[in-house]
C-alpha cells in the first residue's frame, strides 16, 4: 500500500478542493493508493469529491485566519490564534512526526501547513507543498513592530517551510520565496461531468429569470440584504447557510437543493464571491459571469482578480452595494461582458501528478 499523508488547511474549503483533482488523478496511476487526510475540514466535502480510498484525522494543522465572515479578517483574534498554536511548536511537531512514523506514510503533501513540513522533514519522509499561498505571505502585512511574537512566529512558519523538498505552486500563485525549490503548474480545476440534474425544474423558475449563485467559500455570510434580493424582480438568488431562517421570495438555500454544488455553479448565471482560488478557477473555467466583493487585505487577491479578467468576465460589486443591496446595475451589466480572446491556462493536475510520482 502506497500511503500519502495529505495535511489540509481548514480556512475555508478552497485549500482542500484545490487538492481533489489531484488526489483523484493519482489515485488513477497509483494502484494501491491510501490518502490520510489529516485536517479539520468536514468529512462531507471529502465524501463528495474524492475518489480514492482515504480515512480522515481530525487534527488542526495550522490557523489560517480568524475572520469575522468571509470579507473581514480578525487581525487581533488571528494573532492570538497564532500565539496559541505556536505554544509549545517543537512538542507538536514531535507528536505530528511520530503519528507520520506510525502510519508508515511514502509522502507528505502540505497545503499549506508549516506543522506538517517541519514534522515529515523529521522523520525524512518526502515533503512537498501543493498551494496558490503561504501563511507566512498572508501574516506579513499584519505583523506589529511593537509585538516581538509575531516576527517569531512568522520566522518559525518560514524555517519549517525551508524544510520542503519542494513547492509545487499552483497558477496563479503568489510568490513564496520561504521555499527552497518551487515548481510552477497551470491551475488546479475540478473535473466537470455532464449534468444530471436541471436546476431550473429544480427551483421551479422558468427561462427568463436570472439564477444567481451566491459562494463566498467555506467561511458562511453572516449577513445579507434579503429583503432587497426579495424585490430583485427577474432574479433568483441561491445561498449556502443563509444567516436567517425567515423565508423570503426568490432566496433559496443551497442545502434544499438535491444537486451537486458544481453542477448549481455550472447551471447559474452569474456566481456572486469573494476573490478566492476555487470559485475564480472554475467560474472561469465553466465561462461563467463573476460578481466579485474585494477583501483588500489578502495575499492572492490581485492575482485573482488579474486572472478574472485575463481569461474570464469579471465585473466588481463594491463592498457599500453589497451591503445595501444595491446590486441590480452590476448583475446586469457583468452579462454583457464579452469572453477574452485569451483562454486561461490548461490545468496542471497532470504536471503535479508526475511530480508527486517521482516521490512514490
Request: one cysteine or more.
Amino acid at each position: 500500500m502506497t500511503v500519502v499523508w495529505c495535511s489540509i488547511s481548514a480556512h475555508g474549503f478552497g485549500h482542500a478542493a484545490q487538492l481533489m483533482p489531484i488526489l483523484n488523478e493519482l489515485g488513477e496511476v497509483i494502484d494501491d493508493l491510501h490518502v490520510i487526510l489529516r485536517t479539520q475540514v468536514p468529512v462531507d466535502f471529502f465524501q463528495r469529491h474524492l475518489q480514492v480510498s482515504w480515512e480522515l484525522q481530525d487534527a488542526q494543522q495550522d490557523v489560517g485566519c480568524v475572520q469575522r465572515g468571509p470579507l473581514d479578517i480578525d487581525v487581533a483574534a488571528t494573532w492570538e490564534a497564532y500565539t496559541k498554536f505556536h505554544t509549545d511548536w517543537e512538542h507538536k511537531v514531535e507528536a505530528e512526526a511520530r503519528a507520520i512514523r506510525s502510519a508508515r506514510a511514502n509522502l507528505v503533501i502540505s497545503n499549506i501547513s508549516p506543522l506538517a513540513v517541519a514534522a515529515a522533514a523529521q522523520t525524512k519522509c518526502p515533503v512537498v507543498g501543493i498551494a496558490s499561498l503561504s501563511w507566512d505571505r498572508v501574516l506579513e502585512p499584519f505583523v506589529q513592530a511593537d509585538a516581538p511574537n509575531h516576527r517569531s512566529i512568522l520566522d518559525t512558519i518560514r524555517n519549517s517551510y525551508a524544510l520542503a523538498d519542494t513547492l509545487i505552486r499552483l497558477h496563479p500563485g503568489i510568490e513564496m520565496p520561504a521555499f527552497r525549490s518551487t515548481v510552477d503548474v497551470g491551475p488546479s480545476a475540478p473535473l466537470r461531468k455532464p449534468n444530471a440534474h436541471d436546476l431550473r425544474k429544480c427551483l421551479g423558475v422558468g427561462d427568463h429569470e436570472l439564477i444567481v449563485l451566491i459562494a463566498f467559500g467555506g467561511v458562511p455570510l453572516n449577513r445579507l440584504p434579503l429583503v432587497q434580493m426579495a424585490a430583485m424582480a427577474g432574479f433568483q438568488f441561491l445561498v449556502s447557510e443563509l444567516p436567517t431562517s425567515a423565508a423570503y421570495a426568490r432566496v433559496h438555500r443551497v442545502e434544499d437543493l438535491a444537486m451537486p454544488f458544481g453542477e448549481i455553479s455550472q447551471q447559474a448565471n452569474i456566481i456572486m464571491t469573494k476573490p478566492g482560488y476555487g470559485t475564480v478557477i472554475a467560474a472561469v473555467q465553466d465561462e461563467k459571469a463573476l460578481v466579485y466583493v474585494r477583501r483588500r487585505n489578502f495575499i492572492d487577491e490581485q492575482s485573482l482578480v488579474n486572472y478574472t479578467h485575463r481569461h474570464g468576465r469579471g465585473m466588481e460589486l463594491s463592498r457599500d452595494d453589497f451591503e445595501s443591496g444595491n446590486w441590480e446595475a452590476t448583475l446586469r451589466a457583468v452579462l454583457t461582458v464579452a469572453v477574452p480572446s485569451e483562454a486561461p491556462p490548461s490545468t496542471g493536475t497532470s504536471a503535479v501528478v508526475r511530480q508527486l510520482k517521482s516521490y512514490l
